[in-house]
């Protein structure tokens, strides 16, 4: 399964969302995550949305006037364990044939599509970091090479 483009990038976006935990962030970010209700804020792609949720992957729980929508991701710690899982097994040169032992073989793709991408990409791609705010579930920060886990 090969996950549609605009359906991984808003996927990443979500997994590359802040938490609001009131940590005084020094960047506006384009995606922030309430680890209290499991809500995802931020202005997505609408048919991408509505495509995901007619998936079951996520649910649309609010779209305001300012073009924000909020969502929850259906069954979140599977799809978190599964998309980090993706990323661990492509870390460690294993194929995809893993995802059929995922929970959520949607996320375990997207998390392995992710990895394959930034490795492919890598001299362009900036290095996940929490001390610059830049962080991505399942993935490395270089500064303490801790593997960052969304709340």
Not at 3 to 12: A, S, Y
Not at 35 to 45: L, Q, S, V
Not at 63 to 87: C, M, P, T, Y
Not at 129 to 148: A, L, M, P
Request: charged content about 25%; overall charge negative.
């Amino acid at each position: 399964m090969t996950i549609p483009k605009k359906q991984l990038n808003l996927i990443i976006s979500l997994m590359e969302a802040m938490p609001l935990d009131g940590t005084k962030y020094s960047h506006q970010h384009d995606v922030y995550y309430d680890p209290n209700d499991e809500i995802y804020y931020g202005c997505f792609d609408v048919p991408t949305l509505h495509r995901l949720q007619s998936m079951h992957i996520i649910t649309i729980v609010g779209e305001h006037d300012n073009e924000e929508q909020a969502i929850k991701i259906n069954h979140r710690l599977d799809f978190l364990a599964s998309f980090e899982s993706g990323v661990t097994e492509a870390r460690n040169g294993n194929d995809l044939y893993y995802a059929d032992y995922a929970s959520h073989q949607y996320a375990f793709t997207c998390g392995f599509e992710h990895y394959q991408n930034r490795l492919k990409k890598e001299g362009r791609n900036v290095a996940y970091n929490i001390d610059q705010e830049y962080v991505c579930h399942g993935f490395n920060c270089t500064e303490h090479n801790d593997i960052w886990k969304q709340p």
